[in-house]
């Protein structure tokens, strides 16, 4: 093999037409050798002899797109020490852009004996690992330009790659749970039907099967473990997995930014699937282990983990920071992502221990070009002392707001005392977010995600059901704040399956009429159910698909959520870029009412009732005191939202005049068809709310 000096820069296989760069950090290493493997699985290696600044690295003339590679790395075995190489593991690049093939589950993949863990292993895991793979940067993009919608306008969908697709009846069967489902006709028109403007797709970067959950009879179906940072997930691809899982992804991208619709990535920078000091021998910690992960202080043969998975990337290590600020930065400019969802983003800012919004990920965030320009979302919180960190994040980013989650599940299940925290929710969450001077559109709000019950599953059960788990009920939550309306799962009750309708009506209400950026996770939309399984992340079957064979139900489930995003969408008081401050419009109104059922404003001691669970909101359309993009004043319709969490219908009298002489219905939960254009409400008039229902009125003269 002939070989060249190469460079140092940049790290990972860069073909450039005529051969392949190849480039390894390691700190740790004594020797590396580049392993090419052939189709028939043979190896040829090729010593990297020049190192600078501990970057390997060597030329090949003539390699190119599709080529197999992996590293053997030779350098100190002492774990007692942090150091964990082992020449006999043939190791994923890092920064390998595709990867061909899955790991197997054999003893050879482990540094250890099985059953003797203080004796290495030496066996050679060639044919049980998974492959880097060389790939090209040609791709046609023609004219396609990112929708850079503004998060004012922003409606995200959660979703999985295969759950969405793997049964639509309209998919053909060889595309079904594939990028290229996702870039199909019939998905992007659900999408653009219901008014959709990003899909936030459940983890893509190449990742691991649990050998666990493989002698189970189950799999990773979440994706939570992740090995390849700047990889596709192959067994998404239709294609194949020489490289062509990334023309493909790509070309989902490329569909779905035609239709409007921009590409969030939720990605695990936290932790890697190598698991604990018991974790298999894949890549970092073959090819340097102290620099790449947190050890104990004082015991460096274990490791720190604040994830919950065995292991923490150590993010104070410049090499950790350039590797994932390198993924970031390819997912932007190469595969035309437009934003991000961290996993336990609190991880990311434990630059030593304690949880620091300062750190220099954050820096590095802040600074950058690219990556400070596309949407940053994160979960806020992981499992370490002082890990969670809602309202805490820098000003650049937005935030998953849990306690939006928990304050309306409070608020409609019935809970006492919850009406405060649910007013606060509702109007963007300033609580949280005012103090560093961000907006509402730090807030994600949502009600349910991947984690958890489905919609229908929350109004459904009481209590988790997750025997398929095979882990006799010890994963996933089991403080829920659902409410089964009557009856534990399912039932042929016709008045508890018309309140579980209502109830699910009443969380999209008020999730799309919230200030802030909603999000609904797949499938809510259409009634999906779990059968009370809050915890499917090893559930790769029609447990947790989304099944798109529809009862009229579910349709008119489909239709109402649609028409309250075009609510919203069409209504820029429902969706502010600023907090309510109590500006005034030509009214004399404020921007901001709370109201109670009887007509009068609302006290501090109404507030505090125990039993309040009934309030009406008046948003001022005639002062919402922003310009729009062209510095033009925004003015909008005033609307009354009427929110009955009591067991019994209640009567809500109108305000006066002066907010509005009459308004006409635009949405009504209590309804299972569409409730807008009833006669008209005239001011001081009273207006029944069944139990547990909303309305949403518009002022009606102009």
Known sequence: MQTWTGHSHPLGATYDGSGTNFALFSEAAEKVELALISDQGTEERV?????????????????????????????????????????????????????????????????????????????????????????????????????????????????????????????????????????????????????????????????????????????????????????????????????????????????????????????????????????????FRGIDNAAYYRLVDGDREHYYDTTGTGNSLLMRHPSVLQLIMDSLRYWVLEMRVDGFRFDLAATLARQFHEVDRLSAFFDLVQQDPVVSRVKLIAEPWDIGDGGYQVGNFPPLWTEWNGKYRDAVRDFWRGEESALAEFGSRLTGSSDLYQHDRRRPLASINFVTAHDGFTLRDLVSYNDKHNEANGEDGNDGESANRSWNCGAEGETDDPDILALRARQQRNLLTTLLVSQGVPMLAHGDELGRTQQGNNNVYCQDNELAWVDWDLDAGQRDLLDFTGRLIRLRNDHPVLRRRRFFRGDTGADGLPDLVWLRPDGG?????????????????????????????????????????????????????????RYGVSWRVAVNTAEEKDASGESELKAGSTVRAEARSTLVLIRAED
Request: glycine share 10%.
């Open 47 to 283: 010593r990297l002899t020049e190192v600078d600044g501990f970057v390997w690295h060597a030329y090949l003339p003539g390699v190119g797109p599709g080529q197999r590679y992996g590293y053997r790395v030779h350098g100190p075995h002492s774990p007692a020490d942090g150091q964990r190489c082992n020449p006999a593991k043939l190791l994923l690049d890092p920064y390998a852009k595709a990867v061909d093939g899955q790991v197997d589950g054999d003893e050879s993949l482990f540094g250890y004996r099985f059953g003797r863990p203080d004796e290495q292993n030496t066996k050679d895991n060639l044919g049980h690992t998974m492959l880097s793979v060389v790939t090209g940067s040609y791709f046609d993009w023609g004219d396609d330009r990112p929708p850079n919608r503004p998060y004012h306008e922003t409606v995200i969908y959660e979703a999985h790659v295969r759950g969405l697709t793997a049964t639509h009846p309209d998919l053909p069967e060889e595309i079904r749970g594939t990028y290229a489902g996702i870039g199909h006709p019939a998905i992007i028109a659900h999408l653009t039907r219901l008014g959709i403007t990003a899909i936030e797709l459940m983890p893509v970067h190449q990742f691991v099967q649990d050998g666990t959950l493989r002698e189970r009879g189950l799999s990773n179906y979440w994706g939570y473990n992740t090995i390849g940072f700047f990889a596709p997930h192959n067994a998404y691809a239709s294609t194949g997995t020489r490289g062509q899982q990334v023309d493909e992804f790509k070309t989902m991208v490329k569909a779905l930014h035609a239709a409007g619709i921009e590409v969030i990535l939720d990605v695990v920078y936290n932790h890697t699937a190598e698991g604990n000091e018991l974790g298999p021998t894949l890549s």
């Open 601 to 657: 404003e609302m006290q501090d001691t109404n507030w505090q009732r125990g039993d309040a669970r009934a309030i009406t909101v008046f948003l001022n359309g005639d002062a919402i005191s922003e310009p729009d993009p062209r510095g033009d004043r925004v003015t909008d319709d005033s609307f009354l939202i009427l929110l009955n969490g009591h067991h019994e219908p209640l009567d809500f009298r109108l305000p006066a005049e």
